[in-house]
């Protein structure tokens, strides 16, 4: 049988304690990612801190409009309203489009957040009515919400000029 030398065990132990902290510390920061933060609730169905998707239907569509424009604006799924918001702001003048594609490339590549940060360009370029129309868009995939959205175009307008507002005094 062979004997480990005192320096062997020594190196062993100090490695062995290594991978231990090593391993707790990657737990801890795993455990920390996966807390749930106001705006990962947005992004998993919550359309404010103060309302559940159940509680926004309802409301009156007045008060919905702002708030489902708001989830868009914040989201970074699968955006199902890719293409129709692509082609509202096709001609419009804005800048760094992405290629039209197919749906489901579209759908994955363009998100709704991006999708937003387009209509509020065209709406400070002064393209109103396209960054309406692909405001809309995001919601295609939510029937009641995309209805609400098109029964108040209005609203919409209201919502972009309160975001341009914004960003201009950030």
Known sequence: MRHLSLR????????????????????????????????????????????????????????????????????????EGAKCGLQALTGSGVNGLPADAEEQILGNTWDRKDMMRATTTAWNSGARDAAANAAVCCQIHNPPAHACLQSRPDLVKLWLARQSSTIETK
């Open 8 to 79: 062997a065990v020594l190196v062993i132990l100090v490695v062995g304690v290594f991978l231990v902290r090593n391993h707790a510390q990657t737990n801890e920061t795993v455990h920390q990612a996966q807390k749930v933060t106001p705006q990962r609730q947005i992004t998993a169905g919550q359309y404010s801190q103060n309302f559940s998707l159940k509680q926004v239907y309802e409301m009156p569509c007045d008060r919905q409009v702002p708030l489902h424009l708001r989830w868009c604006a914040l989201d970074h799924g699968y955006n």
